[in-house]
């Protein structure tokens, strides 16, 4: 495919979740989120409710993260947390597995744990995006991963958090395409700070991009 600036401003997530995040930082975000037409914001759940009042109106989706980074909250805790974004304005759901039980090989656990919160979102026509978090897992694991996220209705499984080791390799995104195949989509996350990563990410089978570089990645492309 080749790509213009409005059709790779479509496939990323203008992100920023970084702890020493302040309200003008989000209103920042989203006001370039809809300068370059993005397809959402990724902020932390704090600021949705901000996030979701700048978007209304403007197509740009807000989408926040659950059980972030490390995936280890109970599930109880994820569906109220997921629950709250939703009420809140949020339309797409990033959620961690929790790792630890998937290298157990409690795919019972996760897979309810995905199951119990995509239910939450599609009663508000939300999507879920599943983080696996594919620098701690192995090659099972992450085929694993991607068909517990098939088979209890995400939309998305994405590769990382960002905050937990290397973020998204071009590698694993051949892996999960071919797991997934057409069934679900991928969002390819964590260390994409520019356009050549980016668009390498796509040609391997990414949908969408999540990355705090879009306007940087975007602008690459203008410029080229």
């Known amino acids: 495919m080749v790509w213009d600036k409005k059709a790779l401003a479509a496939v990323i997530d203008h992100t920023l979740l970084k702890p020493q995040a302040t309200p003008e930082d989000i209103v920042r975000l989203c006001e370039e989120a809809i300068n370059y037409r993005f397809a959402s914001v990724c902020i932390n759940p704090c600021y949705v ?10 197509g740009v989706k807000t989408c926040t993260v659950i ?24 339309s797409e759901i990033d959620m961690v597995i929790n790792i630890g039980m998937l290298k157990s090989k409690e795919f019972s656990y996760v897979g ?3 199951k119990d919160i995509v239910d939450v979102a599609t009663k508000e026509q939300a999507i879920v995006k599943v ?41 694993d995104i051949i892996l999960m395409r071919e797991t997934v195949g057409d069934k679900i ?8 700070r520019d356009y050549q990563t980016a668009i390498a990410m796509l040609e391997a089978g990414a949908n ?7 306007v940087a990645i975007t602008e690459a492309l203008r410029n080229s």
């Open 67 to 90: 059980g972030f980074p490390l995936g280890a909250n109970e599930t109880s805790i994820k569906i109220k947390e997921a629950q709250k974004a939703i009420e809140q304005g949020a």
């Open 49 to 58: 409710s901000l996030a979701s009042r700048v978007l209304r109106g403007t």
């Open 208 to 214: 969408r991009i999540g990355t705090s570089s879009g």
């Open 112 to 114: 309810k744990e995905i």
């Open 185 to 192: 989509k991928i969002k390819a996350s964590g260390g994409i």
């Open 131 to 171: 983080i696996i978090e594919t620098c701690l897992l192995d090659k099972e694991e992450k085929i694993a991963a991607c068909k517990l996220a098939i088979e209890n209705g995400a939309a998305f499984v994405k590769t990382s958090t960002g905050f937990n080791g290397p973020g998204a390799a071009v590698s």
